[in-house]
Nanobody, 131 residues
């Protein structure tokens, strides 16, 4: 059974940093595309970042560009989201998602920020940024 498990969330002051991890198991890691999403209270889930194994490139939502960095470690079957300069608007539950064979942007019907493109989801990790 495919499993994704996020960790690294917590409480941090505005301006601080956190690194989220997404440990993947029971599938061939390099054959999957990965994305990070978040959902704040009362808001819809939104795409934050995604990474493409084919060329190592990544996309970022405008709201996090320049502050967040996504990366992946195939040896550890883990995807990371480094989050810097956090602000209270970043408070949300953060989810890791995976989709089989989507190793490039061209495989996505819409975009890598569209949640229905993904097959598998983690349980989420809470990030709270205090002002």
């Amino acid at each position: 059974e495919v499993q994704l498990e996020e960790s690294g969330g917590g409480l941090v002051q505005a301006g601080g940093s956190l690194t989220l991890s997404c440990a993947a198991s029971e599938f061939t890691f390099d054959d999957y595309g990965f994305g990070w999403f978040r959902q704040a209270d009362g808001k819809e889930r939104e795409g934050v970042s995604c990474i493409f194994n084919e060329d190592g490139s990544a996309d970022y939502a405008e709201s996090v560009k320049g502050r967040f960095t996504i990366s992946r470690d195939s040896a550890k079957n883990t995807v990371y989201l480094q989050m810097n300069s956090l602000n209270p608007e970043d408070t949300a539950i953060y989810y890791c998602a995976a989709v089989a064979q989507f190793t490039s942007r061209r495989y996505y019907t819409d975009s890598c920020f569209t949640d229905w493109e993904y097959d598998y989801w983690g349980q989420g990790t809470q990030v709270t940024v205090s002002s």
